[in-house]
């Protein structure tokens, strides 16, 4: 269901404030603490976070593919923040789905070029910021690097993790 909504929202959205809104749909389901309880306050006690770790890395892989496809500079500043927070505290997941998929959408709201829309930190903090998640990066590659190759596709062989380091690193 979310690989249709995507593409679906991919060919079927006219401007990119339809492909924004299901991000937020999506970022809603990714974050549930941000916007849903609002708009379901009776709701918000009763849901308990069960999705497995193949729904959560989809849910990320659609948003972030959502957000390859719009300008970061049309993006709302209030729907984004904290979402750098977010994906940087799921680097540390045991799951190599999930990570993956952290570090493909943190190194895409990166070359966004929009930092701001993303973090509640100020524009001179976000060389830190970035620096805090290179080290977070390099820190779960050397973990890792010994057991087995971290955030490796296994069909594919491809290490995001890596990528996204070597990215960022360039970025800098």
């Given at each position: 269901?979310?690989?249709?909504?995507?593409?679906?929202?991919?060919?079927?959205?006219?401007?990119?404030?339809?492909?924004?809104?299901?991000?937020?749909?999506?970022?809603?389901?990714?974050?549930?603490?941000?916007?849903?309880?609002?708009?379901?306050?009776?709701?918000?006690?009763?849901?308990?976070?069960?999705?497995s770790p193949a729904v959560l890395t989809a849910m990320i892989s659609a948003w972030s593919f959502l957000l390859?496809?719009?300008?970061?500079?049309?993006?709302?500043?209030?729907?984004?923040?904290?979402?750098?927070?977010?994906?940087?505290?799921?680097?540390?997941?045991?799951?190599?789905?999930?990570?993956?998929?952290?570090?493909?959408?943190?190194?895409?709201?990166?070359?966004?070029?929009?930092?701001?829309?993303?973090?509640?930190?100020?524009?001179?903090?976000?060389?830190?910021?970035?620096?805090?998640?290179?080290?977070?990066?390099?820190?779960?590659?050397?973990?890792?690097?010994?057991?087995?190759?971290?955030?490796?596709?296994?069909?594919?062989?491809?290490n995001s993790a890596s990528a996204a380091l070597d990215f960022l690193e360039v970025l800098i």
């Amino acid at each position: 269901i979310l690989g249709c909504l995507t593409v679906v929202t991919f060919f079927g959205a006219s401007n990119s404030d339809e492909t924004e809104s299901v991000m937020k749909l999506l970022w809603d389901l990714i974050n549930p603490g941000t916007d849903s309880s609002d708009r379901f306050p009776s709701m918000s006690h009763q849901i308990e976070r069960k999705d497995s770790p193949a729904v959560l890395t989809a849910m990320i892989s659609a948003w972030s593919f959502l957000l390859f496809t719009i300008d970061g500079w049309g993006l709302s500043h209030k729907n984004w923040q904290g979402a750098i927070t977010y994906f940087s505290n799921i680097l540390d997941s045991n799951n190599e789905a999930i990570c993956a998929a952290a570090c493909e959408a943190l190194a895409l709201v990166f070359e966004s070029n929009c930092l701001e829309k993303f973090s509640s930190k100020t524009k001179d903090s976000n060389k830190e910021l970035k620096d805090d998640i290179i080290k977070q990066l390099r820190s779960r590659l050397s973990e890792t690097g010994n057991e087995r190759i971290s955030s490796q596709d296994p069909r594919t062989g491809f290490n995001s993790a890596s990528a996204a380091l070597d990215f960022l690193e360039v970025l800098i």
